[in-house]
Antibody, heavy 117, light 107 residues
Framework: QVQLVQSGPEMKTPGASVRISCKTFGYTFTDFYIHWLRQAPRQGPEWMGMISPTSGTPTYSQKFQGRVTMTRDTSTSTMYMELRSLRSEDTAIYYC??????????WGQGTQVTVSS | DIQLTQSPPFLSASVGDRVTITCRASQGIRNYLAWYQQKPGKAPYLLIYAASTLQSGVPSRFSGSGSGTEFTLTISNLQPGDCATYYCQQLDSYPFTFGPGTKVDIK
């Protein structure tokens, strides 16, 4: 069945970068876009952007433009999201989600990113 | 950015009740609306997409309606397992924004 398995928790200091992976299973990798979202403590989810699995072309939320890079590796069916210049407000659970007609239908288990000095 | 508001922010109902959550968009989003259920410590789970289409495997007690700027999620015959926070998300215009959530509790 469709599964998205994300990399493990990360602890970072302010100003650092984090790279999260999202390995996909159970479907043809190039058939579906991947969304990246995050959820800060006690808040609702926030959409960060999405990436085409075929062309690798990303679409970023303006909020993260310049600080985020989404990439893919078709040979391993894995997506990556890097966020730079981390600050305490970036502390959140980060999710990848496979779309279904643009709607994020299957989500990864989440990756906790903690930014603290 | 398109703003989504949800009402009520919190509701408490009895097992077997029918409950309705409303999501309003600051501008028209056609039917590009999704509803998610989120339980503590878990990822959001897609219940309904395209405003009214039930995701495969979701019980038919859940239903969605609406188009344009006003949408509703209805849970019929509320069950204890429905205790969760429910979010709407618009996917009509970037960035794809979420509503603030509605927490559903059982009396």
């Amino acid at each position: 069945q469709v599964q998205l398995v994300q990399s493990g928790p990360e602890m970072k200091t302010p100003g650092a970068s984090v790279r999260i992976s999202c390995k996909t299973f159970g479907y043809t990798f190039t058939d579906f876009y991947i969304h990246w979202l995050r959820q800060a403590p006690r808040q609702g989810p926030e959409w960060m952007g999405m990436i085409s699995p075929t062309s690798g072309t990303p679409t970023y939320s303006q909020k993260f433009q310049g600080r985020v890079t989404m990439t893919r590796d078709t040979s391993t069916s894995t997506m990556y999201m890097e966020l730079r210049s981390l600050r305490s407000e970036d502390t959140a659970i980060y999710y990848c989600a496979r779309d279904f007609g643009v709607f994020p239908s299957a989500w990864g288990q989440g990756t906790q990113v903690t930014v603290s000095s | 950015d398109i703003q989504l508001t949800q009402s009520p922010p919190f509701l408490s109902a009895s097992v077997g009740d029918r409950v309705t959550i409303t999501c309003r968009a600051s501008q028209g989003i056609r039917n590009y609306l999704a509803w998610y259920q989120q339980k503590p410590g878990k990822a959001p789970y897609l219940l309904i997409y395209a405003a009214s289409t039930l995701q495969s495997g979701v019980p038919s007690r859940f239903s969605g309606s609406g188009s344009g700027t006003e949408f509703t999620l209805t849970i019929s015959n509320l069950q204890p397992g429905d205790c969760a926070t429910y979010y709407c998300q618009q996917l009509d215009s970037y960035p794809f924004t979420f509503g603030p959530g509605t927490k559903v509790d059982i009396k």
